[in-house]
């Protein structure tokens, strides 16, 4: 496949050059698709069930770190994407004893979520607000919202995501380092946001 190739070249590719590596290689920018499925594979490559040297999974990592990062700055994938995966993949290197070494700050649980949270479209407020809104919506919908019946349905280009959605996904992972955080305004802030998330 072109993703495993294309994998196997950035592995080769010096620390703080992938930017250039991808312009390269994608002159016309990538998809998200190819983003995701480098994500995926480095997964994958760095999980406790894969019989690889702690060098590589440590590479693997901070290449997932290094790509999260660059793909946001891109605009590759959505920020909300980067913030789902780097807690995905910070949540992965907690379930290594001894710990991965060599990691950067970004993935430890304090790095990733710290970093989660600059990604969160909206305030709090806000966000409560258009789940309110969107909840009236959904319990008085308009003519709009019914498909015609017998009639031609149009599907959009390109799915259009809410920074509301946005807000669901990033919080959807942020339990999964929650409980290791060292950084008590990090941890209160995390906490904050959790706690409303049973009101979107």
């Not at 994608?26 to 995701?36: H, I, M, N, R, V």
């Not at 891109?74 to 710990?99: S, T």
């Not at 309110?132 to 919908?141: A, D, I, K, M, S």
Request: charged letters at 25%; one cysteine or more; aromatic letters at 8%.
């Amino acid at each position: 496949m072109r993703e495993d190739s294309d994998l196997r070249e950035m592995r080769g590719v010096l620390r703080g050059q992938l930017a250039d590596w991808v312009s390269r290689r994608f002159p016309d920018g990538t998809s998200p698709q190819w983003w995701l499925s480098i994500f995926e594979s480095l997964e994958v490559s760095a999980s406790p069930f894969r019989e690889v040297t702690p060098e590589r999974r440590a590479e693997d990592l901070n290449l997932a770190a290094e790509a999260i990062l660059l793909a946001v700055k891109l605009g590759g994938v959505r920020a909300a994407i980067g913030a789902y995966w780097m807690l995905r993949i910070a949540a992965l290197a907690l379930r290594f004893d001894p710990p991965v070494p060599g990691l950067p700050r970004i993935l430890t649980p304090d790095g990733s979520a710290g970093w989660a949270l600059q990604q969160i479209p909206l305030t709090r407020e806000r966000a409560i607000a258009e789940s309110e809104t969107r909840r009236v919506e959904y319990l008085n919908p308009g003519e709009g919202f019914y498909a015609p019946v017998g009639g031609e349905v149009t599907l959009a280009g390109e799915v259009a995501f809410s920074e509301l959605q946005d807000v669901e996904l990033i919080l959807s992972a942020l339990p999964w380092v929650c409980s290791h955080l060292k950084d008590k305004e990090i941890e209160s802030n995390v906490r904050s946001w959790l706690e409303i998330r049973g009101n979107l």
